[in-house]
């Protein structure tokens, strides 16, 4: 998910490197994460993956990696082209994930969300252009923890929770939304809400930064392993599990 500014007069600007240092952060942590799905589901790892507080951790991850994709949305050439790249990535692994697995088929996980917010960003970022980005960043961070439990039919916060209609989860369409019908299963899934508000989020966050110019410390590299990482993190993404899953295989014969 990298991305290169630009500026008006078609000059390259260098890279943000603690960008990239963040976001191979993010890919670091996602193989350890994915290295324990692979481990649970293959192998009966005995690992409580799924509940509280691990099961926190996976979210965590998509949610980094997110912000900092809206963030690169504002920096990017061509948010089109960065876009059906993510799709055209997500498709393959669908694919390849239906038809070697099946039962752990990924239908809409983070590379499909992320390609389908890179080609809605030019539509919404006259309006995002237009909100102040403290009030507006919070706000969506708000929104993004008021929408959070809407897969499982519910939208507030604490106890303070409404139950949506059911008519809302029917089907795929409405999974790719955020309502699940009750037979819907991914083993990623990062619906359009509440993901969208992150997005949202990291696009405001990227305009600040434009906003603070060619200052010396935003373009100091302080972990260049984690920079390369960062820079490389999409490819990073496409082969690990492939890897990982070969790995598995191996120790549990």
């Known amino acids: 998910m990298t991305a290169c500014l630009q500026t008006k007069q078609s000059v ?10 963040l976001r191979g952060a993010a890919i670091l942590m996602m193989v350890a994460y994915h290295l324990l799905y692979d481990g649970v589901v293959f192998a009966g790892w005995e690992i409580p993956l799924f509940s509280p507080p691990l099961s926190f951790w996976q979210d965590s991850i998509g949610a980094l990696f ?9 920096f990017s050439r061509s948010n089109l082209r960065r876009g059906l790249r993510c799709l055209a990535a997500a498709c393959l692994i669908t694919a390849v994930t239906f038809f070697w697995i099946s039962n752990v ?9 992320l390609g389908c917010a890179m080609l809605l960003h030019p539509l919404v970022q006259p ?11 919070l706000g969506f961070v708000l929104l993004f923890f008021v929408f959070y439990p809407a897969s499982r039919g ?3 916060l ?3 929770q409404v139950h949506l209609p059911s008519f809302l989860y029917r089907n795929f369409a409405t999974a790719i939304l955020g309502f699940p019908p009750y037979n819907f299963a991914s083993s990623d899934y990062y619906p359009l809400l509440p993901w969208l508000f ?16 060619r200052r010396p410390a935003l373009f100091r590299s302080r972990c260049r392993p984690l920079a390369w990482l960062g820079r490389h993190s999409f490819w990073i993404y496409l082969i690990h599990q492939p890897i990982l899953y070969g790995l598995i295989v191996l120790l549990a014969r």
Do not use: K, N, Q
């Open 12 to 21: 390259p600007t260098p890279r943000y490197p603690f960008l990239d240092e």
């Open 154 to 156: 519910r939208l507030g």
């Open 198 to 213: 992150l997005f949202f989020a990291g696009s405001l966050l990227g305009r600040a930064l434009l906003r603070m110019g």
């Open 105 to 113: 088929a990924d239908w809409f996980g983070v590379l499909h969300f």
């Open 66 to 74: 997110i912000l900092l994709s809206g963030c690169a949305s504002r």
């Open 127 to 137: 309006l995002l252009d237009r909100i102040p980005v403290l009030w507006g960043t």
């Open 158 to 160: 604490g106890f303070f």
